[in-house]
DNA sequence: ACTGCGATTTGC
DNA sequence: CAAATCGCAGTT
């Protein structure tokens, strides 16, 4: 399959969360493939999002990249673990989109080498468990999501998706409360 | 639900 | 330097 075109990152980040949801994101390294299905994102809308690093256009080494173009990888490191965020909306925009789970497709194996786990659903249910599976690391920090090494592939158009409030931003007033978490109805690997 | 772990970034 | 942080795993 081949990647998404780069137009496909330029929509509004409610839509872009929710187009995001299904498709495949897939990392091409020396040790393998391993790819899988979207099934859970959350959006970040960094001018008017307290929860967000790029809050009131803060700008810093580490928020940068989410004032560059969309389709871009932001990712940072969180306590012990990686965390991998789509760059959305358009330069000097810092808006982006958090991918929570994924559904493992391709490359089990080598996920659970990676990570091993007792049960599958445990391998990538969480954003710091699905990059380590996956191999994700800081190395990936601004690279293009529409190209190899790392990218994403439409997939499965999901049946149902749900909203909710988003996860671990207890502290910051208002914003705690946007339904901007999005994920796919009854699937196992969502976090929660 | 509640702890301990833990490292990088950021602000004082 | 100290505080804060978009988690995880293991235990009540």
């Not at 468990?129 to 190395?139: D, V």
Request: glycine fraction near 8%; charge should be negative; hydrophobic fraction near 35%.
């Amino acid at each position: 399959m081949n990647p998404v075109s780069e137009e496909f990152f330029h929509q509004s980040t409610i839509d872009l969360a929710k187009a995001l949801l299904g498709c495949i994101l897939v990392n091409e390294t020396n040790e393998g493939i391993t790819s899988g299905y979207i099934v859970e994102t959350e959006s970040y809308m960094g001018p008017y999002d307290r929860a967000a690093h790029s809050y009131n256009n803060r700008r810093t080494k580490r928020t940068e990249i989410m004032f560059g173009k969309a389709g871009l990888a932001y990712t940072y490191t969180m306590h012990t673990h990686c965390l991998i965020n789509v760059v959305s909306a358009g330069i000097d925009e810092p808006h982006a989109v958090l991918i929570r789970a994924l559904e493992p497709y391709t490359g089990v194996d080598l996920m659970t080498k990676r990570r091993p786990v007792d049960k599958i659903k445990n391998l990538t249910n969480g954003p710091g468990k699905l990059t380590k599976a996956m191999g994700i690391t800081m190395e990936d920090y601004g690279r293009p999501l529409f190209e190899p090494p790392l990218y994403i592939t439409p997939g499965i158009i999901p049946e149902e998706i749900m909203e909710g409030k988003r996860i671990g931003i207890d502290n910051t007033g208002e914003a705690r409360d946007y339904p901007w978490r999005f994920w796919i109805k009854d699937n196992l690997f969502v976090s929660r």
